[in-house]
């Protein structure tokens, strides 16, 4: 049977009490023919993963994941950093909605996270035991990611499988049902792939001498000369690696897999010279905000399942609670329906139909069509239906507001947030 779920954002109360701010949008429809709810939940979640260059590398457990279920052809970041996203991630709620538009490199001083209706917690109020491995640090911060977990453990992506497994087989028997949350960090600089993916890639170990050798400045500074390439090169085989973690993900579930959707997304992408820019920072160029959002719903062939063209990750968790039967809409999804949106720091990238993009760096819009330059790299005439798509967007939806500053961060923490490159930055000039 047919199971059809409308998310349509009218502002009625969210799964819980709480604060409920849901813009109007249009309704997106996801159809799944499934025999019948799934039972347990996997979330993955891979760090700094782009839509095109997971397309281009050989991925053959997100292939296969996306043969039994469905993908999203464009899907789009809510912020190009980590905290934003994953906020966006676990409360349904676009950047601008949910308020957490912070800078990066702010180590130890950030304010918590807003106070409205996080996925875990909503979970957990059904019954549901709730666990998370991370190993981007960030996600330590005591800000709230925790909020609903019974466990919430810092990690590193080499022994996720083996714990997953492990609670998998002490735990997912005992008749509750079940959500684990896993944030892998494989691709994020520094990229470190391994002896085979570097053999398939040809690329030279002594790139790979030192843990910091290979990171994103070297694509900055192209120091020494060709290290651009090798890192693009290099980062197509950590996403190998990555794949191949996630394959071990799966076949942790065990038997439970049969009854587990599992869905499989990214914070944000990472620019590899585009713009000449290299990194995270700052910008809604495509390779940040164009990213993999797959879900497969057990017992479920692909071509009897389909999801909309478009959708933001503040989707994620209206799919998980269809996926899992559980009632009542997810309010406040306002990235589930277009438009797109995805925020950094006061830029926007703003799109009413997945293929005309409006970027606003600065006051100016610049106007793309992604069907016919998907570089981004000629600019169309300004069109005054995306700025009334912008007032529009803006208008249904109140800005959010954020909660007391955290503490400080502790060193250990911080020691490893500056090796991934998370220092105080000073804004990039202004610009056109």
């Not at 330590?140 to 909020?147: K, Y």
């Not at 309010?331 to 329906?337: G, I, Q």
Request: proline residues 9%; aromatic residues 6%; charged residues 20%.
């Amino acid at each position: 049977m047919i199971l059809a779920l409308l998310l349509a954002c009218q502002g009625e109360p969210g799964p819980s009490a709480g604060p409920t701010t849901a813009p109007v949008a249009e309704a997106a429809v996801f159809a799944m023919d499934a025999p019948a709810p799934a039972k347990h939940a996997l979330l993955v979640v891979i760090d700094t993963l782009r839509a095109d260059l997971a397309a281009e590398a050989a991925t053959p457990n997100l292939d296969a994941l996306d043969a039994a279920g469905a993908s999203v052809p464009r899907a789009w970041s809510a912020g190009t950093w980590t905290v934003p996203s994953v906020v966006s991630i676990f409360t349904g709620m676009s950047v601008r909605q949910h308020g957490y538009d912070e800078r990066t490199g702010q180590l130890g001083r950030y304010p918590l996270l807003p106070e409205v209706p996080m996925l875990a917690q909503e979970l957990e109020a059904r019954g549901f035991a709730c666990e998370g491995f991370f190993a981007n640090p960030y996600l330590s911060e005591e800000l709230g990611f925790d909020r609903g977990f019974q466990s919430w453990r810092r990690s590193v992506d080499k022994v996720m499988p083996d714990q997953l497994a492990q609670s998998v087989n002490e735990s997912w028997g005992d008749g509750q049902r079940h959500f684990a949350y896993i944030h892998l960090i494989g691709p994020h600089s520094p990229v470190r792939p391994g002896p085979e993916a570097r053999a398939r890639h040809d690329l030279e170990d002594h790139w790979f001498e030192d843990r910091k050798d290979l990171n994103i400045g070297r694509v900055k500074r192209n120091d020494p000369p060709g290290a651009a390439d090798v890192y693009t090169r290099a980062y197509k085989a950590v996403v190998e690696d990555t794949d191949a973690r996630l394959g071990q993900l799966v076949e942790a579930l065990g038997p439970h897999r049969k009854d587990t959707v599992i869905l499989v997304t990214s914070d944000h992408g990472e620019l590899l010279g585009e713009h000449d820019i290299a990194g995270h920072g700052y910008w809604v160029w495509e390779p940040l905000t164009h990213v993999p959002l797959v879900v497969d719903h057990p017992g479920v062939p692909g071509p009897e399942e389909s999801l909309p063209a478009t959708l933001g990750i503040a989707s994620v968790p209206a799919l998980l609670f269809h996926a899992l039967g559980l009632e009542g809409s997810w309010s406040t999804a306002a990235d589930a329906a277009l438009p797109l949106a995805s925020q950094r720091e006061g830029k926007l990238a703003l799109s009413p139909d997945g293929h005309t993009k409006g970027v606003w760096h600065t006051s100016q819009l610049e106007v793309f069509d992604l069907r016919n330059d998907p570089g981004e790299t000629r600019p169309l005439a300004s069109d005054q239906g995306l700025v009334e798509a912008r007032a529009r967007w803006e208008a249904s939806i109140p800005e959010g507001t954020l909660g007391a500053a955290s503490g400080e961060l502790d060193p250990a923490t911080r020691a490893e947030l500056e090796a991934l490159g998370y220092t105080e930055q000073a804004p990039p000039p202004a610009g056109p």
